[in-house]
Every structure is written in C-alpha cells, then in structure tokens.
C-alpha cells in the first residue's frame, strides 16, 4: 500500500512540473487528493487494515499526503508568481520620458555667492545689515571722510540725484549708520547693490554688488585685520589661498591696505586676468579712521575697528570664469538657468 | 604717471642685485599701485644702428632698393649679405651711402608703415631678392614724435650723431643704448597717489625708494643765477586764501626753437609730445619736481598781472583752441585787459609761446586744490596740471621748480638769457613743518606688533621726518612736503606699518565676546521667499533701478511721477524706478524668442518721493518682490501667477484679501487688475499687462504679474499669525454644491459668505465655473466643495445637511443666488 501512495506522489510529481496555468493545477488536485481521487480510495481503504497495520502506515501515508499537499502549494506560488510578473512586464514604462516636466528656478549667481558668504560671516559671528541705495550724501561721502570737492569723489562716478541725495557708490555707506544703530562692540557685514555713474561695456557696469563688513571694539589692530581677512578668504575659496597685503588709500579708513590674492587663472605667472602681475586685487580694508568713529557716534580714543569691502559682483565672476559683467543684470536665462 | 627709472638713478645710486622688478614690486608693497612696468629695451630688441654701405636698384621694383648694411659690431653673425654687410630691402627716398640707420633684424618688433600693433620682423624675400631685416623709419618704430620726419623717408641718424658727440652712434650698437632708450618705465596708477601730493614727480618717487630700499638720494642740484635789477612786471594776488604762493619773472632774449635731443627723448620715456624747448622744459620740470609751471609769451602781456577771481561773463580761449565761459568761482590769472590763464589749469591761447616769442613771463605758483578741482570738474578740463594742484601741493615746491627751471634752460639756451628781477608774493610761512605727538603705545596697539623705539626711529626719519622724545612720547616733525597727507597720528601709523611691510606682520586672531548676532528678519524672508520661487521654477532676474525716457513712453508712466536723476551718463539712466514689474517686462522680451515659459522674479528697491518712507531725510525705497509668468499660448497665466502669490502669503500665514483696482497704472489691464490688501493697506497688485502694451512689444500672448510691497509683507510675517487651536479627530466629509449668481459677484465674496455660515466648514474649493444661455445673461454657476470637520462628536447626517441648507440660504440672501 506504501508502494503504491509512493508510486502517486511520483505520478503528481512528474505530471505537475509541466503545468502551466493555475486551472490545470487545482484540477490536478481535485483529481489526486480529491473525494474521489485513487489517494483518498487507497486512504479509506486504509480503515480495513489491522491495527497494526494502521499503526504503521497511516503516519506514512500522513506524511505522504503532506509532502504532495507542499508540492502542490509550491507550485500554486510558482505559478502566482508567474502571473504577477507577466502583469508586471505589461506594465513597463520608459521613466526617462519627460512628461509634465517642471524644471526648478534659479538664483542669480550674485545671491548664490552673497548667501554663500552671509553663511560664512554668521559663523564667525557677524550680523547682516542692510540700509538704503539712494542714501544721503552724508552717508555715502562726508561721514566717511570725503567732503565735498575732496579729490577721492574722483575715483567713483556719482549718481546724483539731487545736492543732498545720490545712488550710493559703495555699501560703505552703512558704516556709520549701524555703528549709530548698534553701537560697539560691532560685526556686521553690509552686502548689496551700489551704483557708478558709467556706460557700460564688457567690463563696466553701473550697477554691481558689494559686500561691506566692519568691526568695532576696543583694541582691534592692523594685525587683527589681517589674519581675519586671510581667514575669510581662505573660507570664501574653500582652500588656503597665498595673499599679500599692501598700501591702499581710501579717505575712511587709516592705514588702507589692499589684500591681493595668487592669482587664482595663472598661479601667479601672470596672465590677462592679473595684468600680468601674478596678483589679483580682492579686497580693500583697513582701520576705520577716527572722524569716521566719530560720525559714528563712538569715541575713537576708546574704540578702533575695522573695515573691509568686497566686489561680489567681480568675486562672482573669478568664482565661474564670468568675462561680460553686464550677464548679470541682463536677464537672460540662458544665463541665469546655468546656476 | 609714467616714471623713469633711469631718471631715477640720478638721485640714488642702485646697487647692482636689485633689478628693475624688485623695485616695482617693493614700491607695490609699500607705496603705490603700479599699473604697468615696460621695459624698454625689450621694446628696442634686435635693433641696432647700421650703416648703409652700398645701394643698389632693387631689379623688379622701380621704388626699392637692395642696401647693404654694416653692423659692424656683430660681424660674422649675420654673414647674410656681401662683404660682412647685411642685405636689405628698402623703399625709402632718402637712403645714402654713409647713411647711419635703425636696423630692425629678424625679431625685432615694427609697426608695419607706422600703423597697427607692433609685429616681428622675419627674414623675407622681397620680389625674389633676399632681405635680412628692415630699415626702419621713425614711426616704424614709435619714434615720430622725437624724429619727426616726411612720408616715405627712413630714419637719418647721422644728424643726432653730429649734434650729440655723447651718444654711441656707430654701426652695430644696440639702438636702444645709442639713443638712451634703454630705459625702464613704471605706469604709476594715479587714484593710489589721490592722497600723496608729493609722489607726483620723479623726485618724490625716488625719495619712496630710498626710504623703502634704504639707500641714500641725493639733493635737487639748485645752482644760484644772476638776475638784471629791473622788472618791468608788477603781480598782485586778489584772493589771498586762494593763493599761497607766486613767483613770477620775465627771461628775455629768448629763442624759441626744437628741444635738444636728451629733453625730447626724456619726454617721450614718459609718454608725453615734445612741443618746443620752452614749453618741454616746463613739462620735464614738473615730471622731476612735481611743480606745474607755466610761460607766457611776455611781449603779448600787460605788465601788470592779477590773480583774481574771473568776473561773470568773462571769457577765455584756451591752449586746446576750446572758448571756457568763465564766472566768479574760478580764479584766474589776467593782465590789465582779460583773462591770460585759467589758474594752474590751462594758459589761455593768446598769451601763448610762439616762433616769434622773444622773452617770455616763467610763472611758479601754488593753488588752493579746492578751488582748483571746482574749476577743473566745472570746465570738465583736467592737465597734468591741476591733477597736481587740486592734492594741494606744498608751496615750498615753487621755488624749486622754478630754479630748475631757469637753471636748465640757461644750459639748453645757445642765447645769452637775461633773467629780470623776481616778483615773488608769498601768503605762507617758508618751512614751517608740522608736529605730531604720539603715545609711544600708540602705534604698537594699532598695527598689533612690538616696535622698538629703534625701529620706529629709524622707518621715519628714512622717510624725512624727525623724531625726538619726551618720556611716553614721540615728538615727530612732519616734513613741508608731507603736511597735507600726514595730520593725525594715525597717519605717523600707516608710514610704520607700510614701510615696515603689511606682509611682516604677525597675524592675530580677533577674539570677542559671545554676542548673539543681530537678527536680520527680511533677509531671513527674502531667502526663504526665494527658495520657495525657485522650488516653483521661477528664475531670479535681476533689472535696473533705472528707467529710460523710451520706457516713460513705452509703458505710458508720467514722467513727473518719477525720481530723476541729475548727471546720467546713460541715456538708460534717467530715472529711478517706481516699479519692479516693468523691468520683469523687459528681461521677458529678452527671452521670448529662446524660450516658451517664462517664469521669472525679482526682490529690488523700488523708489517713489510719494511714499512713506523708514529712513530720515530720504524718499521711500521699500524692496518690492516681483514675479512674472508667460506660458506661450498659456490661457491661464494669470491664475498660474496668482497661485504663486498665495502659496507665498500661505507659507507664511498671512491673511489678505483682494481689492478691486482704483487707479490701474497705464501698462496694466484695467479688466484683469485686482489689489492685495492687508486690513486698510495695499500691499501690491495681481494682473495683466495692458494689450496695448503687449502688442507694442509684440508679445502675442497673455502675461500674468503680481508686485508686492515686500518690507511691507515682512512686517506682517512678524505678527502673530499662527494661532494654534486644539483639532477635532472626527473624521470630516465633502459634499459639493452649484449655484447660479450674477456675473460680477466673485468668488472671494461667495468664499467669505460660505464661509462665515458655520464654523464646522472646513475646506472650501471651488472646482467648476461656466455660463451659457440657458443659465442667462450677466449669470454664471460656480460649483464648490465643501468640507466638513470640526465637531465635537461625529455628525449625523441631518447636521451635515442642514449646514449645506444654511449655505444655500446665506448665499440666496446676500447674492440672489439660485441652486443649479
């Protein structure tokens, strides 16, 4: 009897592996492990045996229809899983296809570089200030020691609008004003927009960025400026950077200095970019003078500081090789979309 | 300002080991800006003096000729013609046998026919003859100006030779060493010397360079002169404060002529035209000295000169031929009839030298630089000059420049000169210096380094001043020459530290209190507002504050209704800006043609003399954002826009409303314009751009904008907007509703009045507007969702259907509506 429920499990063994669908499979079933099926004939035949006989076959036989009712389960999943992956390849999609496609915006690389930079200061603990672009005359010129006729009003074309009022000419304007706003101790840095009164070509641009920073408190030297000018742009470049530092002259500040960078095109051979000196100006600073202290409404005898500007617009163009500086106010996407 | 360093070296003595390159650089680290260094030998290479030996017809070229050419010092390397000549091909008309020429060898660089960039010169075949070179003319080679010579002619040295037994003019020698060209120039940057009245002159460079290389130089060599004891000249100054010093004599027996060949080739070094020897001398005096003089032709001179202030009306024509209206703001320098100069400007043209100058008037004086530089921007004339005048030059400089003057023009005169007696008026005190006293911490606490009293001695009296001390003290006297740039002690700290070397100084960290930083909440929105347009794919296109008067007229703006701007240079710049949204106009007409969507913003200051405004003194100069949409054949663009407004006010949960337009600008559509308000304030505006304008710009679709008051935005984002209420956990359910109301009736009313029927509405979302025919004119049916939650337990459905009801009912009573 053994031999013979072996023999069918054989038998649905071989038929099932070349099943193909799930209907032939339970008719399978029903057919071997079925009411009627020879297995349950041979099973029920089992009730005429003697007890010991029924001792020792029925677990065989137990067993037997347990592994045919695993063959079957696993060719039930065999086949289910068949199904789902034909209904899946039905399914297939080219995902490359641009359907609806909704392309982000861009920021002008000006604001990507003067967040970029803002980041930088706030961590070294500078506040952000801001002040206005049509600013008084007092502001952009007397307070910071330029009175009228003074020769330094030459090397910036003014916008003017009136006696008293002109498009500022450099974010140095905010000096004073936040110096009478937040008083001392003072970090803050003052970027954007400033005007100069030129027509414009590849390189000259009535409008264009910058980026103003002071320091006020007691006891800032000119060794002060130095290291924290060589920090910042060591941070702004992402690498150490070799400078020099050498005399410059603006009315505001005493000593001025300009801090040249290697230049970052040749490595300091010399190329177009530097004129050919090696050397590429970056950023212009120094100590606040004392009238400026003063227009400050500070007393330069207890407080000193510093003050640095930085050519954003100029900066944005040496960070991704820019060569017409008017892009920038342009408009154009072409330009625009590439940051 | 060009400098030469070969003049140079007349007041120091340069060692050997440090080059031309050194001093550039040393004189950019611790003095001035230097644009350029030119060295000229390089300018001059591979050329040389020959000596034309033989000529002979070129055979297929009636206008040349083959010449051969001795170099003799370089015989045997260029063994390229006959007998150790040199062969070349020449077209000039003036080639002799004996002639001594400039030979521009394989090389060297030309100006092909005295035009164009300089260009190398290569060895040619001309018509089939061979030619090693070129003999060159003198614009060929950028000599015209010294060499003034006839189209079609060569540069004829032997005259120079003749004149000037001192230079080297033998066949072979380098050109540039036989001329003395081998000179090396700095391009001083003239804004870095704006506050150094005493580095505009070769003089003062040099006493730069002796301090910073520490090397000795030498006094201006000024020899005494014998002068007649008669003048016939009388001066008298008018405006005191305007004229501190005046040093005026006649010179007779005068003879105006060429310069002699050293001065000309010192003012060609700096780049400046010979003109004759009078003039030149006063030139190459300034350039040493940096003391302007100026010559008068004395026989067209009253006796009597005035230095006064110019009366209204009167007139001057000047040495560049231009006619100056003058006024009362400018001084002046007259004889007793009418203006002769603008005063350390520009002579005037008829009391000028000329060929028939016997003796002339030699003027050296000093002017108020204020006055000057008000003159100068007035006239918009700026010399060599009143660049020097308006840094207010030391008056102790005239003398100076004034004895040079004399002391050269006796060795270049051939004429026995007769010097009358000086007329000198002097408004200041002859030598004074000035006093600084500083605490000797002082400069250590500002540069951040330990000098030693030594060193601080040591780095100022290079520099020409002196220092004594007195206990905690230096007592340092400025120098005459320095007393208008060195005031205040921190002036004394900047000649340290330069001279010292910014680079030698030790670097100190800054260390300070914690403080926390200053919020900057707008530019905290600014940045978040912009993030969320370029998540929404909208570009930051930056425009002009400016408008131009094709714009006024473009867009239809009043003209009186902006702020002007007084000097524009561009005629793009006349205006200020009252609005973002027109610039958007224009930056969307740049890309129209490359792309079909156009989404683009901008946060900008706009300005308006109207307005309220924050800061003192000062128009109105809010920032405004702006934001504008184009979609090519896009029927929507108004709402895209729109969406765009709300999701920023949502982000930030300010609540508005929308106000019908009262005064719609010209460039905007009057039927598809609506204000944003916030309680009674306007804070900006949704619409369309006016047809008429589109169709000017020829823009053939709908464009959508909206322009809010962005500082205004902010204030509201800083209030309390977010009120946070506990939330029901019941589920909420929808139901729609359709209902036909009259035309003019909008949304936002209809919103409001549903809204405000109960507090267990939710969510209201309209998704369905039409007309037609059959609903009847001036109607419309609009078809909203609502969504119901809130409650406190779950709702039956009676509840739910009874507010529905309470809706229908709010809306038929306050707008006649009907249920479709």
């Known amino acids: 009897m053994v031999e013979k429920l072996k023999k069918l499990k054989e038998n649905i063994e071989n038929q099932i592996k070349d099943l193909k669908n799930k209907e032939d499979l339970e008719a399978l079933y029903k057919e071997t492990l079925g009411k009627k099926s020879d297995f349950n004939k041979i099973l029920r035949s089992l009730s005429d045996l003697s007890i010991e006989e029924k001792k020792e076959i029925g677990p065989i036989a137990n067993e037997i229809k347990n592994e045919i009712n695993k063959i079957f389960g696993s060719k039930r999943l065999e086949l289910e899983n068949e199904e789902i992956n034909i209904k899946l390849k039905k399914d297939k999609i080219d995902l490359t296809l641009d359907i609806n496609k909704e392309e982000a915006g861009s920021l002008n690389p000006i604001t990507k570089i003067q967040y970029e930079l803002e980041e930088i200061f706030k961590g070294m603990g500078f506040a952000i200030y801001d002040g206005p672009e049509l600013e008084l005359d007092y502001y952009n010129f007397e307070s910071l020691n330029i009175p009228k006729h003074h020769p330094a009003r030459d090397m910036q074309d003014t916008f003017y609008i009136n006696k008293e009022q002109v498009l500022r000419t450099q974010t140095s304007n905010l000096q004073v004003r936040a110096m009478r706003e937040f008083g001392a101790p003072l970090k803050v840095i003052m970027p954007g927009k400033v005007y100069r009164n030129e027509d414009l070509d590849a390189c000259h641009e009535h409008t264009f960025h910058q980026l103003e920073g002071v320091v006020i408190d007691k006891n800032i030297n000119l060794s002060h400026l130095i290291s924290t000018m060589n920090l910042v742009i060591s941070k702004i470049f992402n690498r150490e950077i070799e400078t020099r530092v050498r005399p410059g002259y603006f009315p505001f500040v005493e000593p001025g200095i300009e801090i040249d960078i290697k230049c970052t095109i040749c490595g300091g051979k010399g190329c177009p970019s530097c004129k050919n000196t090696g050397w590429l100006e970056i950023l212009p600073g120094g100590l606040v003078h004392p009238n400026v202290i003063k227009a400050g409404d500070l007393d330069p005898e207890e407080y000193s500081g510093f003050a640095f500007g930085l050519g954003l617009t100029r900066l944005v163009m040496m960070r991704y090789g820019i060569s017409d500086i008017r892009d920038f106010m342009s408009g154009d996407l072409r330009f625009i979309k590439q940051f | ?820």
Not at chain 2, 532 to 554: A, P, Q, R, T
């Open chain 2, 1 to 820: 300002m060009y400098i030469s360093l070969n003049k140079i070296k007349q007041y120091i003595d340069i060692p050997e080991n440090i080059t031309p390159y050194d001093i550039g650089e040393k004189l950019t680290l611790h003095t001035v800006e230097i644009d350029e260094m030119i060295d000229k030998e390089k300018e001059f290479q591979n050329m040389v003096i020959g000596r034309i030996e033989k000529i002979e017809k070129h055979p297929n070229a009636d206008k040349l000729s083959v010449c051969q050419v001795s170099i003799e010092k370089n015989k045997g390397i260029f063994k390229k013609g006959s007998d150790n000549n040199i062969q070349i091909v020449c077209g000039g008309n003036n080639l002799e046998k004996g002639m001594y020429v400039a030979v521009a060898l394989p090389g060297a660089l030309v100006k092909w026919h005295g035009e164009g960039d300089f260009q190398e010169i290569k060895e040619s075949k001309i018509r089939d003859i061979k030619s090693f070179g070129m003999i060159c003319s003198s614009k060929e080679i950028g000599l015209f100006d010294i060499f003034p010579e006839e189209e079609g002619q060569i540069l004829n040295l032997n005259n120079i030779k003749k004149q000037n037994s001192n230079l080297k003019i033998n066949g072979g020698e380098k050109l540039s060493e036989a001329l003395e060209l081998n000179d090396f120039i700095y391009d001083i940057d003239n804004k870095s010397i704006t506050n150094r009245p005493d580095l505009w002159s070769h003089y003062g460079i040099a006493r730069e360079i002796s301090a910073i290389f520490n090397l000795k130089i030498k006094q201006l060599i000024l020899k005494p002169f014998k002068t007649l004891d008669y003048t016939q000249l009388k001066t008298n100054i008018e405006n005191d404060d305007l004229c501190q010093n005046y040093t005026a004599v006649v010179i007779e027996n005068i003879e105006l002529k060429e310069s002699p060949y050293w001065l000309k080739k010192e003012l060609y070094l700096l780049n400046q035209k010979p003109i004759n020897n009078i003039v030149d001398l006063a030139n190459y005096v300034m350039y040493e000295t940096g003391q302007p003089l100026h010559t008068f032709d004395a026989g067209k001179v009253s006796n009597k000169i005035y230095i006064r202030e110019a009366k209204e009306s009167e007139k001057i024509i000047t040495l560049d031929d231009k006619e100056e209206k003058l006024d009362n703001s400018m001084l002046i320098i007259a004889d007793s009839i009418k203006p002769i100069a603008i005063a350390g400007i520009i002579g005037g043209k008829d009391s000028g030298v000329s060929s028939y100058t016997k003796s002339i008037i030699l003027e050296s004086a000093n002017f108020d630089g204020i006055s000057i530089r008000k003159t100068s921007s007035k006239l918009n004339t700026r010399t060599e000059a009143s660049a020097r005048f308006e840094k207010q030059q030391d008056p102790n400089l005239c003398n100076i420049g004034f004895i040079r003057y004399i002391n050269l023009l006796s060795e270049i005169s051939d004429s026995n000169i007769k010097i009358q007696e000086i007329k000198n008026i002097k408004n200041f005190e002859e030598n004074e210096t000035g006093i600084i006293r500083i605490d000797k911490d002082f400069i250590n606490k500002k540069i951040g380094k330990d000098f030693t009293d030594k060193e601080i001695k040591n780095i100022l009296t290079k520099l020409k001043f002196e220092v004594s001390e007195n206990k905690n003290e230096y007592i340092i006297t400025i120098p005459t020459f320095r007393l208008e740039d060195i005031k205040i002690k921190e002036d004394v700290v900047e000649e340290i530290a330069r001279i010292y070397g910014y680079n030698n100084i030790k670097q100190t960290p800054l260390y300070s209190e914690i403080n926390p930083i200053i919020n900057n909440n707008l530019r905290r929105l600014e940045k978040k507002i912009k993030n969320i347009l370029i998540g929404c794919g909208y570009n930051e296109s930056f425009s002009y504050s400016f408008l131009s008067k094709k714009d006024l007229d473009l867009f239809e703006i009043k003209e009186e209704d902006l702020i002007k701007v007084k000097n524009p240079l561009s005629k793009d710049a006349e205006y200020l800006r009252d609005n973002i949204t027109i610039g958007q106009i224009k930056n969307l007409l740049k890309n129209i043609k490359n792309e079909k969507e156009i989404k683009l913003f901008e946060i900008s200051r706009v300005f308006d003399s109207k307005l309220k405004n924050k800061y003192k003194n000062l128009p109105y100069q809010n920032y405004h954002l702006s934001c504008l949409n184009f979609i090519e054949k896009g029927e929507n663009n108004i709402y895209k826009i729109k969406n765009i407004l709300e999701k920023i006010f949502d982000t930030e949960k300010i609540r508005f409303y929308y106000q019908n337009t009262k005064n719609v600008p010209n460039y905007l559509h009057p039927e598809r314009s609506i204000d944003i308000m916030i309680g009674q304030n306007k804070i900006g505006f949704l619409s369309e751009i006016h047809p008429k304008i589109l169709s000017k710009l020829k823009i053939k679709d709908r464009v959508g904008v909206f322009e809010i008051d962005f500082e205004f935005f902010e204030e509201f984002s800083k209030r309390k907007n977010i009120e946070y209420k506990e939330f029901s956990k019941i589920q909420e359910s929808n139901m729609d509703i359709s209902v036909v109301v009259k035309e003019k009736i909008n949304w936002q009313e209809i919103r409001e009045c549903v809204q405000k029927t109960s507090k267990n509405i939710t969510k209201i979302k309209v998704f369905d507007v039409f007309k037609n025919e059959k609903i009847g004119e001036d109607k419309k049916s609009i078809s909203f969702n609502m969504t119901f939650g809130n409650f406190n337990k779950t709702p039956k459905s009676e509840d739910i259907e009874k507010i529905w009801k309470d809706v229908l009912e709010n809306l038929k009573r306050e707008f006649d509506a009907k249920l479709r």
